[in-house]
Nanobody, 114 residues
Framework: QEQFVEAGGGLVHPGGSLALSCVVS????????MAWYRQAPGKERELVAY???????FYAASAKGRFTISRDNAKNTVYLQMDSLNPEDTAVYYC????????WGQGTQVTVSS
């Protein structure tokens, strides 16, 4: 069974940056497309960024130009660099395998506030 351990969240001022990481186990990481999702209070979970096995990327409109997804297959880890954060980015952030999405990690809380 796949497992995800997200880390790197925290409290940051508007305009600040955070670097998230997610260590994945239970799958052949290099063979899977990966994605970051987020869920804000009272809202549904939404896709933030996606990276395929060839390292091609896709971003939600809200993340484009500010967030960067990357992966390190040797470390079974996917990253999300978040810059120019604003209060609307406040959410719990999760990583997952898009074709599975059957189990979820604990996520990492990102709070953007002055």
């Amino acid at each position: 069974q796949e497992q995800f351990v997200e880390a790197g969240g925290g409290l940051v001022h508007p305009g600040g940056s955070l670097a998230l990481s997610c260590v994945v186990s239970g799958i052949t990481f290099s063979l899977e497309n990966m994605a970051w999702y987020r869920q804000a209070p009272g809202k549904e979970r939404e896709l933030v960024a996606y990276i395929n096995t060839g390292a091609s990327t896709f971003y939600a409109a809200s993340a484009k130009g500010r967030f960067t997804i990357s992966r390190d297959n040797a470390k079974n880890t996917v990253y999300l660099q978040m810059d120019s954060l604003n209060p609307e980015d406040t959410a719990v952030y999760y990583c997952n395998v898009p074709r599975l999405s059957r189990t979820w990690g604990q996520g990492t809380q990102v709070t953007v506030s002055s």
